[in-house]
């Protein structure tokens, strides 16, 4: 294992000192490892959290600021945010207007989230909705969730409530928004490498040279299928398509098309890929109303990309283009 560390176990903490030192926008409370907006609570503002293992940067802490999220609570590497550390982000970011938890669909995340949300409840009546992303098409039940894995929509998610929560909505709103944005995205993901968790110290699954792995989950979970190396035409039609074929994206206002790094993929592949979705999509009747593209929930140093598609209305298309000044997400401020 090659990795720019000290010891395995200060990973995290280490590297929220350096995150922290190097983005003014938020700060850290180190002793809990939450994520905080720099000018969190607002008053009378709906507040927007999220959190999970860490491993997944930018997600979540690259998405605390202006316009996203007002806290994140990372794990340790893969690891889901204990409850305590989701309930102190859930105290100290309520302004009285209520607080959103985004979950990501997997198993520790869903019931440590539930389990803050009834301790906070119960101790300081801050009213609380969660959402829970379940946007991948490649399996529905896997090695870490009941269900369809969050990924790709969990970031586009993110952007459009906290959009809707800056301009003023009220949670019902805001959690509204968010299940809309849920039900109309869908994702899935491919691997060339596994990824190597620094506590283990080897890669998480073998992977020969010559294959890949079709839907893999972003912790190296199994994917639907292990198959020969392709070109990257193949590779997006097989993402692409099994999209497609789950959901409706013809008509409307178009869509958002996100492609997505893994931690191990230049960025002038995934442009590669971008341009076989481009077009893959207009022969398919879909129009790409918004983009992008670039590494913004990953795997470690996984070697892959993942596709997500999210159908689009005038709303939605609004909430995205509006104001965002985070560490991963920054325009129109």
């Keep these: 294992m090659k990795k720019l560390i000290n010891a395995r176990e200060d990973v995290v903490a280490e590297s929220l000192r350096g995150f922290a030192a190097a983005h003014s926008e938020v700060r850290v409370d180190h002793s809990n ?5 720099a000018e969190a609570p607002q008053a009378g503002k709906v507040a927007v959290i999220s959190g999970g293992g860490s491993g997944h940067e930018p997600l979540h802490g690259g998405f605390v600021g202006f316009g996203m999220l007002d806290a994140a609570c990372p ?3 893969f690891t889901s945010p204990v409850p305590d550390q989701i309930l102190e982000a859930t105290k100290q970011v309520d302004a009285g207007a209520g607080v959103l938890h985004v979950i990501s669909n997997y198993t520790g995340d869903v019931m440590n989230f539930e389990m803050a ?51 003023g909505r009220n949670l019902a709103e805001v959690a509204s928004v968010a299940q809309r944005v849920n039900e109309s995205g869908r994702s899935m993901g491919m691997a060339l490498t596994s990824c190597t968790v620094p506590a283990v110290g080897h890669p998480t699954f073998d992977l020969p040279d010559n294959y890949m792995e079709m839907g893999v989950g972003i912790h190296g979970e199994p994917g639907r299928s292990r198959l020969p190396l392709a070109p990257a035409k193949e590779i997006a039609a097989m993402l692409v ?22 931690g191990g993929t230049p960025l002038q ?32 140093d996984m070697a892959g990309c993942s596709v997500t598609l999210l159908k689009l209305d005038d709303e939605l298309l609004r909430l ?11 325009w129109g401020v």
Excluded: C
């Design 241 to 262: 398509e099994t999209i497609l074929a789950d959901l409706d994206f013809t008509g409307g206002d178009g869509v958002l098309a996100f492609v997505n790094g893994l």
């Design 320 to 330: 995205w283009d509006s104001p965002v000044r985070t560490p991963a997400l920054r």
């Design 75 to 77: 794990g340790e590497v």
């Design 117 to 167: 949300a009834e301790f906070a409840a119960a101790e300081t009546g801050v009213e609380i909705a969660s959402v829970t992303t379940n946007d991948d098409v490649a399996v529905h039940d896997s090695t870490w969730t009941a269900g369809r894995r969050g990924v790709g929509v969990t970031v586009l998610l993110e952007k459009i409530a906290g959009a809707a929560a800056q301009s």
């Design 269 to 300: 592949e995934l442009y590669l890929m971008y341009n076989e979705v481009d077009q893959i999509l207009t022969k398919s009747g879909v129009t790409i109303a918004r983009s992008l593209v670039g590494s913004y929930i990953t795997s470690l």
């Design 33 to 37: 490892k939450i994520i905080y907006r």
